[in-house]
């Protein structure tokens, strides 16, 4: 199983990134998907998750109305579309999957500061 998130990176706030998370080794179109992220000296957070159809999503309150988290199964990838940036949702991001076991990507980076 492998996971490899992309698409982080320097933003003002108000700003847009759309992050990807490529995924290999299992049968993608069967798990739900989520990201999670990690500020500097807290806990990883959940973010936002996806049903293996895609046809159900959730999100923490923090980024509601502004995150969007959609997946396309035949390219075994998964996005996290973020709107409105701000200063608070600086962290590192990371794609997870519970496979019989918890896998984490590697994450990738999004700092929002002017």
């Known amino acids: 199983v492998q996971l490899v998130e992309s698409g982080g990176g320097l933003v003002q706030p108000g700003g847009s990134l759309r992050l990807s998370c490529v995924a290999s080794?299992?049968?993608?179109?069967?798990?739900?998907m989520l990201w999670h992220r990690q500020a500097p000296g807290k806990g990883r957070e959940l973010v936002a998750s996806?049903?293996?159809?895609?046809?159900?999503?959730n999100y923490a309150d923090a980024v509601k109305g502004r995150f969007t988290i959609s997946r396309d199964n035949a390219k075994k990838t998964v996005y996290l579309q973020m709107n409105s940036l701000k200063s608070e949702d600086t962290a590192k991001y990371y794609c997870?999957?519970?496979?019989?076991?918890?896998?984490w990507g590697q994450g990738t980076q999004v700092t929002v500061s002017s």
């Open positions: 997870y999957a519970f496979i019989g076991k918890a896998y």
């Open positions: 080794g299992f049968t993608f179109s069967r798990y739900n």
């Open positions: 996806i049903t293996s159809s895609g046809g159900g999503t």
